[in-house]
């Protein structure tokens, strides 16, 4: 079994920053690849980022794109979510996943892709 605990969420003004962290632990497991998913209250879930493992690609979200940046560390298998110029309409709950295998190369906003998931970090923008 594969544990993900994420951290770093919390309340901050419009323009602000975070930084979320998400590290995988378990007994045996493989990491093709690591993302971030976001709900906002009475929304659906939806894909943010992710990252392929090996090679580093990434993959973002339109809504995102230039203020939110995913990285990783290998030697912690943690996955990162830099948060830059937040806005009132990126308040949700954060979840990390981590896809074990490789099953063709678009995978990234698909959230049955993901084997596992963690259990979610509140973000609260206020403006």
């Known amino acids: 079994q594969v544990q993900l605990v994420e951290s770093g969420g919390g309340l901050v003004q419009a323009g602000g920053s975070l930084r979320l962290s998400c590290a995988a632990s378990?007994?045996?497991?493989?990491?093709?690849?690591m993302g971030w998913f976001r709900q906002a209250p009475g929304k659906e879930r939806e894909f943010v980022t992710a990252?392929?493992?090996?090679?580093?690609?990434?993959s973002y979200a339109d809504s995102v794109k230039g203020r939110f940046t995913i990285s990783r560390d290998n030697a912690k298998i943690t996955v990162y979510l830099q948060m830059n110029n937040l806005k009132p309409e990126d308040t949700a709950v954060y979840y990390c996943?981590?896809?074990?295998?490789?099953?063709?190369?678009?995978?990234?906003?698909?959230?049955?892709?993901?084997?596992?998931w963690g259990q979610g970090t509140q973000v609260t923008i206020s403006s």
């Open positions: 378990g007994r045996t497991f493989s990491v093709y690849a």
């Open positions: 990252i392929t493992w090996s090679i580093r690609r990434t």
């Open positions: 996943a981590l896809k074990s295998s490789y099953s063709g190369p678009d995978y990234y906003a698909r959230e049955y892709e993901y084997n596992y």
